[in-house]
């Protein structure tokens, strides 16, 4: 995978770069397997230890035609400071001493033990990139989908990034366009901590109690991931929103191919083949150099069926199919089509 710069790195680069021993390495693995987007997003240490303050432009400056012994007056962006807050994602498990001895790789027993509680993580952590709100939640950190929240321009410019797909009911999906990027949108850390999912062994000699309340030995784990998103400029994310589950099956949902050649055509800056996310620099020419980061489209496996159906009755010239490290891969006008179990069939309409 490409690296953007030293500083906005993927899990799997962090994986790379860990001691010798490798000692995390697996976690990361697992967490990126479980959920495609967390695959694509981009990490970047905050400045701040609580998250991460970045100044948006608001407003371009507009410069004056000047003429001979004539004076222009002077100019300077509009920006504005925006904090994006980091939470705590955290877990404990406990795992009988007496079984885990018994077993002939007690580590790797150990570890598949609690492998369900890193596959729930990841699961939360990808949820909460689209659904998580501080408002209402203050332990969680604020995803997407409270960010582009309305159609109306006239409550909030980055409206014009949201694509009304018609639904009005409550069965409704959306479709993600994100590009990360350092200058756009990527994950965030606490400043001076590490990415991704963090372990520590916290095992004493002091029994744990069942649930009747009785003793016994066991190995205990502390799972932990400080996380949070950092939007430093909307228009590199477009959401199609509104998409009817129920009008889809019934063949009367919207046409969303053309929604999302709208979508592709909204971000100011996209390569000209539009730059798949495993794309260098080296592969050949396929990510064009003038970009602001990774585009990935992001989908639930309902809405990636009826995709695929509409490819085929269409057999339109923007998708493409390749095989990715051993994985077949969908694309749509150069950006890959990635599927994701936490966007819901169950979003409320936005108006």
């Known amino acids: 995978m490409a690296i953007l710069t030293n ?7 962090y994986a790379t770069r860990l001691g010798p ?7 990361i693995n697992m967490v990126s397997q479980n959920n495609e987007v967390l695959e694509d997003m981009l990490w970047m240490e905050g400045n701040l230890p609580t998250g991460h303050k970045t100044t948006q432009v608001v407003g371009i400056p507009q410069a004056s035609w000047r003429l001979l012994n004539y004076g222009v007056p002077y100019v300077k962006g509009q920006t504005a400071s925006v904090t994006d807050t980091t939470a705590m ?12 001895d018994l077993a002939s790789n007690p580590a790797g027993f150990r570890l598949g033990e609690e ?8 699961i939360q952590m990808a949820s909460a990139l689209f659904y998580g709100n501080n408002q209402a939640n203050p332990a969680m950190f604020t995803g997407l989908a409270p960010r582009y929240s309305t159609v109306n321009t006239g409550t909030a410019p980055n409206a014009a990034n949201v694509l009304d797909a018609g639904g009005t009911g409550s ?17 965030i ?15 004493t000699n002091a029994p744990v109690l069942d649930a009747a309340g009785n003793p016994y030995q066991a190995y205990q784990s502390h799972y932990m991931w400080d996380c949070g998103i950092s939007l430093r400029d909307w228009r590199y994310v477009v959401r199609i929103a509104n998409i009817s589950i129920a009008a889809l099956k019934a063949g009367t949902g919207p046409n969303l191919i053309d929604l999302m050649i709208q979508a592709v055509n909204l971000p100011p800056v996209m390569p000209s083949g539009a730059g798949n996310v495993q794309g260098t620099a080296g592969d050949g020419g396929r990510a064009a150099p003038v970009t602001m980061g990774r585009a990935a489209i992001y989908c639930n496996r309902t809405v990636a069926t009826w995709l695929q159906i509409a490819f085929r009755k269409e057999r339109t010239a923007f998708t493409s199919v390749e095989t990715v490290m051993g994985r077949t891969i969908t694309s749509f006008e150069g950006i ?3 599927k994701t179990d936490a966007l819901l069939n169950t979003e409320a309409r936005v108006v």
Do not use: C, F
């Open 171 to 187: 069965d409704n999906t959306s479709i993600w366009l994100v590009v990360w990027g350092q200058n756009s949108i990527t994950g």
């Open 89 to 100: 994602l955290e877990a404990y498990t406990k795992t009988d001493k007496k079984l885990v």
């Open 21 to 27: 021993d490798g000692t995390l390495a697996p976690l």
């Open 115 to 122: 492998s369900i509680v890193i596959q729930g993580m990841s």
């Open 189 to 203: 850390y606490p400043k001076g901590s590490q990415a991704g999912l963090q372990h520590e062994d916290v095992t």
């Open 7 to 13: 500083n906005v790195l993927t899990l799997a680069d």
């Open 336 to 338: 890959p089509i990635r």
